[in-house]
């Protein structure tokens, strides 16, 4: 089995899909699992009907008709007939959807959140899955919560694994090209969970491991894997090849080519992962499996922006110890803050973190009933991974440097 994951930014159109199209022309789909995310900034759009749901009413459908309006554009250009049964098939998802905001009861943020992001890998899927029959390239689509569940923990829910691989291996079909949506699953219930932002490649590492997979393809519009996002840096390089160990690193540290969590059952079978081009896919692209550290051995930049730093130190200018910094951590726990680089001294304890779930004023009034506390936000947290002086002084220039931290092979640098 082969498993190929193509992310939203390879189907933001019509051209795009017509390119997955030539990608499995061009490199072959013989035993392939194809895992599709959201056409092109669908997701995002999806999260602005989620807001409106819960905060302006009167602006539902509107941002609800947008999404409509953007994937019907891509139908027309994919299909000349619009009595084809892919445009039924899609209004009947956004039936689906709709239906669900007129019965839905439940005040949760993070359920409803799930319950409609879903709707953009599902559509997209959907009409990929009707144009490659279309064209000749007979496929199967998948109800991909139907094969990986999870618990109920919604916006970042934790794999079954037992139940999950059982599924997999009673219901997979490895005899034809197969369909199915990347970044979602479901819960005992029924219910959709989702995986955590970029979870599509996690959702291929899932089947791979489930598969025993040969290897996993993640198709981007970059070269392969680079030592930085040229959004941010200058002269990024490709990275040729990587070990597990080092894109796992890489992944902790906030690099958006490798989700964080995709790696590790990759590993534990020694199942290689590619990154490639579907702009060019038969470039070599970047392979990380065991082996090398790094090649070429450069400095590696990751940024992550938005980030919030607090700063605590003690009411009466005693030791922070162990006690604190676990109630401390409890706080974070309780919040559901990530953190990302904690840092402390016999006074004081800084923690840079991510306010994924909105809940930093609660946290902040917890902290102020014990500590003098200091926050900094909308931060920026630079990490350089295998740094140099250079590397340091030229991330540094022109920037206010809030926290700085030094390991052997890493750096991680917070400025405003």
């Not at 030539?22 to 895992?35: A, D, F």
């Not at 905060?55 to 007939?81: C, G, T």
């Not at 064209?135 to 694994?161: C, E, H, M, P, Q």
């Not at 102020?368 to 936000?377: I, R």
Request: glycine share 4%.
């Amino acid at each position: 089995m082969k498993i190929f994951k193509f992310g939203g930014a390879s189907v933001k159109d019509a051209e795009g899909v017509k390119n997955v199209a030539t990608v499995l022309k061009t490199v072959g789909y013989e035993n392939t699992l194809i895992i599709v995310s959201a056409m092109g900034k669908t997701t995002n759009a999806m999260e602005l009907v989620v807001k409106n749901y819960f905060e302006n009413k009167p602006e539902l459908q509107s941002a609800l008709q947008d999404v409509k309006k953007f994937h019907n554009q891509i139908l027309l250009d994919l299909f000349d007939n619009e009595r084809h049964p892919v445009f039924d098939k899609i209004k009947s998802l956004f039936s689906e959807l709709d239906s669900f905001f007129k019965i839905n009861k439940s005040p949760d943020y993070n359920f409803v959140y799930d319950q409609t992001i879903g709707f953009g890998e599902l559509i997209s899927t959907t009409i990929i899955s009707y144009y490659l029959n279309e064209i000749g390239l007979k496929n199967n689509w998948l109800d991909v919560r139907s094969f990986i569940k999870t618990d109920s923990y919604y916006r970042r829910a934790n794999i079954d694994w037992n139940t999950t691989q059982d599924q997999i291996s009673k219901r997979f079909d490895r005899s034809i090209l197969n369909i199915t949506q990347g970044f979602l699953a479901s819960d005992a219930n029924n219910f959709t969970t989702t995986l955590g932002r970029e979870g599509s490649d996690y959702t291929a590492a899932i089947f791979a491991y489930c598969l025993n997979a040969t290897n996993v393809t993640i198709w981007k519009d970059v070269p392969g894997v680079l030592n930085a996002d040229p959004r941010y840096f200058e002269n990024a390089q490709l990275l040729n090849q990587i070990s597990y160990r080092e894109a796992i690193e890489l992944a902790f540290y906030g690099a958006s080519v490798i989700h964080p969590k995709t790696l590790q059952p990759l590993q534990r079978k020694e199942i290689p992962l590619y990154v490639k081009s579907f702009l060019n896919p038969e470039a070599s692209g970047t392979s990380v499996s065991k082996g090398k550290t790094l090649e070429p051995e450069i400095p590696c930049f990751i940024v992550k922006k938005n980030q919030v730093l607090i700063s605590l130190s003690s009411l009466d200018f005693s030791y922070i110890v162990e006690e604190n910094i676990s109630e401390i951590f409890s706080l974070l726990h309780l919040y559901k803050m990530k953190v990302d680089v904690i840092q402390n001294s016999a006074i004081s304890f800084s923690v840079c973190l991510e306010n994924t779930y909105d809940n930093l004023e609660k946290l902040l009034q917890h902290l102020k009933a014990k500590f003098n506390v200091t926050c900094h936000k909308n931060v920026s947290l630079y990490t350089i991974r295998h740094f140099t002086e250079d590397a340091i002084s030229s991330l540094e220039k022109d920037k206010t440097v809030l926290l700085k931290q030094l390991t052997q092979e890493t750096v991680q640098i917070v400025t405003t």
